[in-house]
């Protein structure tokens, strides 16, 4: 199982950004897909996670601005970041946990890579 992210970059503040991670492998089912993120010099906190079959859940600071989405089909996960501000910089990485796999195969938890948003003020 791997988990590849997209779309991050450079955006002044107030500008958006749309990331994408796809999960890829032997993939039948993703109970929790989410996005966490990490400052230099602070620990890794929550931005969002879409539970299969439920609710959407926020962390104060993204709720209003940030959109997360997933497509199971697709095995994908979105995050639609609007009004961006310098204090969102961070290295944001994708999760998906409950991995399973077909017949009674289950994998775990897994990692993105991570990728590296800036905004400027």
């Known amino acids: 199982v791997q988990l590849q992210a997209y779309g991050g970059g450079s955006v002044q503040a107030g500008g958006s950004l749309r990331l994408s991670c796809a999960a890829s492998?032997?993939?039948?089912?993703?109970?929790?897909m989410g996005w966490y993120r990490q400052a230099p010099g602070q620990q890794r906190e929550l931005v969002a996670i879409a539970p299969r079959g439920a609710e959407t859940e926020y962390a104060d600071s993204a709720k209003g601005r940030f959109f997360i989405s997933r497509d199971n089909r697709k095995k994908t996960v979105y995050l639609q970041m609007n009004n961006l501000k310098p204090e969102d910089t961070a290295v944001y990485l994708c999760s998906a946990e409950g991995v399973h796999g077909y017949g009674a195969d289950y994998y775990g938890d897994y990692w993105g890579q991570g990728t590296q948003v800036t905004v400027s003020s």
């Open positions: 492998g032997s993939i039948f089912s993703i109970n929790v």
